[in-house]
């Protein structure tokens, strides 16, 4: 036995390394998914906002606030499960919002000014996250006034320090607040500090009348002050965080169901609930299935090819034992004694090659699934598929080869059956999966994912059925030119060179699947490149609190601006009718007022693709209404003009354009409204501030332009203040488009997908290429004859090749072709069903087509043809002509 492996090794070596491969795409695709899944999973939760997240309780609760400590942890191992395992940190807080308290003082600008709204909370964990930079900590004493520590922002805000005394009126009542210390935060990025923004970057007015909105640190004992001296409930609240580095897709569905429960029970009585994390992860568990089942139609149409080319290998080594195996029938050797033959050299070799690949696929990174119950399928196929091929081949005993091209042209009843049956299944499955989808109820349809593969046979049996016929007639007008070769190449390529036909089958399928792969991937990237085109139309976006209005001549000397535009953007501003007293409402919209021929100048220095519409480019002020570009939903309300809010006063406007999305404004925006800048009426005294710029650069020092946005942000505070402000409010913040379109690729389920389309194309153009190379050696030994037989007749070497090129090219490019035209198909077959919408959400999918994918697709496929060409050409050359003759003789 172990003789036989030796002589038979390549065989056995190429039908093991195909369970290898078959065995490590099987084990390796889930985990790299879940591995992603896992991480994209983990990102969008830690991206969340902290009211989304994480999983809160409010209630409004009588004296004494320090009450509520004590149940912070009974109220977390009250959760369903499976949320008390993953609860990490938590806070309990007793708070009154700013909007219920305002704050007076004896000095300045405490003592008149702008309106100062005041928030007070005491939270657990506070303390320990501050440094005190001036006085102490606030410990309230029965009968004194609440103490109160505030932020170095908050102290210089409002000129406040230690010693200074407020008093916070909620209504008809006031209570006394002494201020005893001043804090910085250790890491103001700290969870602790998400119910305390205004605590750390207090807002200052902006526009008269605008007031001071801040908040400050007490004790318990300090809110129980507060709350009975002004009048005002204070709220207690429990907040539950959970790590997202214990989240995985494995639980999912748990976390999901238990976050529901949670907002319908009773966990902390007469509690108002709030969290929307189980919204965010059902979005993310419906874009997860659909990537699954994408990548489950990929992986289907792979391990198709390798199923394939595991029986085409099969195949092969079955017909290179030829000699052999008739011998041994001859002899009287049954049907089982062969079979046990061939299935003892199997045994070794073919299991421990599968068992060697689902080992190095569960090396990958990724979380651990369990054993895929395809490896052992996998290890049983390739260790019965040669003994099942030869039994199945050598039911009669025969010395004499049949023809088997006629066979091939004369197919049974039962395979024109078989053959029916699977166009009527690819038919069936296709409008099944327009109407059903991907999704279903019970997981993944294994039917419903194979519908890509099936098409592709599909297409796969009529190209063999009806190639012959244009080659016969290729043939006929072959047989009046000069020389041979050319009708002899088709002749044989027409009547099948039967043997190929499978590695073709194969090639059809790994070719649609690579192909598939591309389009839907540039299908989804041109979807990405739009939504980041509407998100940052230039290179950059620039974005603020407010900006000094001439901030735009500083921010344009920074080296690498090249072009700035200012831009004003801000939902849910109201739309009137009309001026005065009489005006309808006509809802809300995102208002975008944009320097339009500036805006115009960066996107064309940014060299993006973007059309701004010559009515806001040429606008100019005038009298009348300024032309303006809307949205389908709010051009249905308004008519042909209305008023829209901007900064506080209104402006006139016409209809001017209608379109479903301006760069800018953002993707997935239904309502928004479009103003030209330069048309707009200016007041001297109130004009409109940009909180943003749109920016053309090149290699920008990043440091330099925020620090020079920051100026520009605090000189303008200064001016509304009527006093020197050191700190401002937002810090400037550079957003670049490439660094938005990157952050695409990596939310969500979008690594997953990146990956199935990857893996799909790049497996499927690999197989492609293996495939041809099947087709090449399939019927080597008969070509060998052929040209053996020629050459004694005259033929020369370049006859020779030449008649190889005529014989496999047309098959293999027809194959091909057929592949990359069914690869291109499916995405616009299957349409929506695909659910690429969920990977580049508020922009349509567009099927696009990029031809650098299909062609490089063909080129490999092209270049493998060439190569097989060119390794049997040096065989049959090192070959001696009578040797060749002898073993087709004993070897067909």
């Known amino acids: 036995m172990t003789g036989r492996i030796r002589v038979y090794a390549g065989q056995v070596a190429l039908l093991a390394l195909l369970g290898l491969v078959a065995a490590m795409l099987v084990t390796a695709a889930p985990r790299l998914a879940d591995g992603y899944a896992d991480r994209g999973l983990r990102a969008d939760v830690a991206h969340l906002p902290h009211l989304v997240r994480d999983i809160s309780f409010g209630v409004a609760r009588p004296a004494p606030a320090a009450a509520g400590q004590a149940e912070l942890d009974r109220y977390a191992a009250a959760l369903p499960q499976p949320l008390p395992d993953l609860v990490d940190r938590r806070w309990y807080a007793s708070s009154i919002d700013p909007e219920h308290l305002l704050a007076y003082g004896d000095a ?147 976390v999901t169901a238990a976050v529901a429960e949670t907002r319908r029970s009773e966990t902390v009585p007469g509690a108002l609930v709030q969290t929307s994390l189980d919204t965010a992860l059902v979005r993310f568990a419906d874009a997860l299935r659909s990537v699954r089942a994408l990548l489950a139609v990929v992986q289907t149409g792979l391990l198709a090819s390798l199923l394939g080319l595991i029986v085409l290998a099969a195949r092969l080594a079955v017909r290179r034992r030829r000699a052999e195996l008739t011998l041994l029938r001859a002899r009287g050797a049954s049907l089982a004694t062969i079979g046990r033959r061939l ?34 399928v996998l290890a049983v196929l390739t260790t019965v598929v040669v003994p099942v091929l030869a039994v199945l081949a050598y039911r009669r005993v025969g010395v004499v080869a049949g023809r088997a091209d006629v066979v091939a042209q004369r197919p049974s009843a039962r395979r024109l059956t078989l053959e029916a049956g699977v166009l009527v299944l690819a038919g069936l499955g296709v409008v099944l999966l327009r109407r059903r989808g991907l999704d279903v109820a019970g997981g993944v349809d294994a039917y419903l994912s194979a519908v890509p593969v099936l098409v592709a046979v599909a297409a796969a049996l009529v190209a063999i059925r009806l190639l012959p016929w244009p080659l016969r007639l290729v043939g006929r007008f072959a047989t009046r030119s000069r020389g041979a070769m050319l009708f002899l190449g088709v002749a044989r390529a027409g009547r099948g060179a039967p043997v190929a036909w499978g590695p073709l089958a194969v090639l059809i399928v790994a070719v649609s699947t690579g192909v598939f792969g591309g389009v839907v991937t540039t299908t989804v990237a041109d979807a990405r490149d739009r939504a980041a085109t509407l998100s940052i139309p230039a290179d950059a976006w620039l974005t603020g609190y407010t900006f000094a209005p001439d901030a735009a001549d500083e921010i344009g000397t920074v080296p690498g601006v090249q ?35 500036a805006f115009a100048e960066v996107v064309a220095r940014s060299g993006v693709d973007v059309d701004v519409p010559a009515a806001l480019r040429d606008a100019a002020r005038g009298d009348g209404p300024v032309p303006a570009v809307v949205s389908p939903r709010v051009a249905a309300e308004i008519g042909d003009g209305a008023v829209a809010d901007v900064q506080s006063r209104w402006y006139a406007f016409q209809v001017a354009g209608i379109a479903d999305a301006f760069p800018g404004v953002g993707p997935g925006v239904e309502r928004f409204v479009v103003l030209p800048w330069q048309a707009l009426p200016e007041y001297e005294y109130t004009p409109i501030v940009p909180n943003r710029y749109l920016l053309a650069t090149d290699g920008v020092d990043e440091a330099r332009l925020l620090a020079v946005a920051d100026e520009t942000q605090r000189r303008r505070q200064s001016d509304v203040l009527g006093r020197e402000v050191t700190r401002t409010q937002v810090p400037a913040a550079l957003q670049t488009r490439q660094a938005y379109r990157e952050g695409l690729e990596r939310t969500g389920a979008n690594e997953v997908l990146t990956l199935a389309f990857t893996v799909g194309a790049a497996g499927g153009t690999a ?126």
């Open 108 to 254: 300045p600008p405490m003592d008149g000014g702008a309106r100062k709204l005041f928030g007070v909370r005491a939270q657990t964990g506070v303390e320990e996250a501050v440094e005190v930079t001036a006085g102490r900590w606030p410990r309230t004493q029965a009968g004194g006034p609440a103490e109160l520590a505030v932020s170095v922002e908050v102290a210089e805000t409002l000129s406040l320090r230690p010693g200074t005394d407020l008093r916070f009126g909620g209504g008809n009542r006031q209570a006394r607040v002494r201020v005893v210390g001043v804090f910085t935060p250790r890491d103001a990025a700290d969870p602790v500090w998400d119910d305390l923004r205004q605590a750390l970057s207090p807002t200052v007015p902006l526009l008269d009348g605008d007031p001071y909105v801040v908040a400050g640190v007490t004790d318990w004992a300090g809110m129980d002050v507060v709350s009975a001296g002004a009048g005002v409930p204070a709220v207690s609240g429990w907040r539950y965080r959970l790590d997202e580095r214990r989240l995985d897709t494995g639980v999912l569905d748990a």
């Open 343 to 376: 299935l003892a050299e199997a045994v070794p070799v073919q299991p421990l090659a599968v068992l060697l690949g689902a080992l190095a696929g569960a090396a990958v990174p990724g979380r651990s699934t369990g054993v895929p119950w395809l490896v052992p």
């Open 563 to 597: 072009a700035v535009a200012r831009v004003w953007v801000e939902s849910n501003r109201r739309l009137l009718s009309e001026s005065g007293p009489g005006a309808r409402q006509l809802g809300q919209a995102r208002v975008l007022v944009v320097d339009a021929p």
């Open 767 to 892: 197989l492609a290429v293996l495939a041809v190379g099947f087709a090449v050696v399939a019927d080597a030994a008969g070509r060998g004859r052929t040209l053996s037989r020629l050459r004694t007749l005259g033929l020369s070497a370049a006859g020779g090749r030449r008649l190889l090129v005529y014989e496999l090219v047309p098959l293999v490019v027809v194959a091909a072709s057929t592949g990359a035209a069914v690869g291109v198909a499916l995405p616009r077959l299957l349409g929506p069903t695909l659910g690429l919408a969920a990977f580049a959400p508020g922009v349509p999918i567009r099927d696009h087509l990029d031809p650098l994918v299909v062609g490089g697709v063909l080129v490999l496929v092209v270049l493998g043809l060439l190569a097989g060409l060119v390794v049997e050409n040096l065989v049959n050359r090192r070959m001696r002509l009578g040797e060749v003759l002898r073993l087709g003789e004993e070897n067909p």
